[in-house]
């Protein structure tokens, strides 16, 4: 159980146009689904936290406008990189919490597979 | 602001012996909890162990263990009999008390672990 997926696995897209990646937890709801960006050889770092139903939660330095959260469904988030430049190109991970775990493990993360963008 | 250092950025180890991954971290809570990740070539995060701060007793899974030492804020993991599957990256990894959207995971930069047959 706790499995999710991202899709696209990888996306390649030409400058100056969007993409959208979706997160989704297969067998469980998620209350709170987390974006992460992990540059080549470098560790993750959160972007953003999105709770279904709310505005997403920006770390400091993300800009809101360029990368667009939705988090619509307790099953589903999705991240929309608009006006795409080389430089957002990385590998993008969400990560799910369970909705009915939440409360006794509240620690409790499930990664999916991540997403490799490359802006040509 | 919490902050989560790995102060070797590679590591080797022969087959069947033991590494010890070194971690240390700020942060001026008194609760939170620490884990150990390991993201092998697939780029798939896999959690390895996790540490609740109020336990003292240090956290166990199999051939895993870790150090635990609260006053100097450090966090160790060891890996017993290494087997040629533990190649990867491995992140340390510290999140809040609390879970929710605030429970988020902040990364230490990694350790890159090889593994010699």
């Known amino acids: 159980g706790a499995v999710v997926s991202q899709h696209p696995s990888w996306v390649i897209c030409k400058s100056g146009t969007s993409v959208k990646i979706e997160c989704r937890s297969l067998d469980f709801q998620a209350t709170t689904m987390f974006w992460y960006r992990q540059f080549p050889k470098q560790s993750l770092m959160l972007m953003a936290t999105s709770n279904e139903g709310s505005k997403a939660t920006y770390e400091q330095g993300v800009e809101k406008d360029k990368f667009l959260i939705n988090h619509a469904s307790l099953t589903l988030s999705t991240l929309t990189v608009t006006s795409a430049h080389p430089e957002d190109s990385s590998f993008y991970i969400c990560s799910a919490r369970d909705l009915k775990t939440s409360g006794s493990s509240p620690y409790e993360q499930y990664f999916g597979p991540g997403t490799r963008l490359t802006v040509t | 602001a919490q902050t989560v250092t790995q102060s070797q950025p590679e590591m080797s180890v022969q087959e069947a012996e033991t590494v010890t991954l070194s971690c240390t971290y700020d942060?001026?809570?008194?609760?939170?909890?620490l884990f150990w990740y390991k993201q092998p070539p697939s780029r798939q995060m896999i959690l390895v162990i996790r540490q609740e701060a109020y336990k003292q007793q240090n956290a166990t899974e199999n051939r895993f263990s870790v150090n635990f030492q609260k006053a100097a804020k450090s966090f160790s993991l060891k890996i017993s009999d290494s087997q040629l599957g533990d190649a990867a990256m491995y992140f340390c990894a510290y999140s809040p008390w609390g879970g929710g959207s605030q429970g988020n995971l902040i990364f230490g930069k990694g350790t890159k672990l090889s593994v010699k047959p």
């Open positions: 942060t001026s809570e008194s609760d939170y909890y």
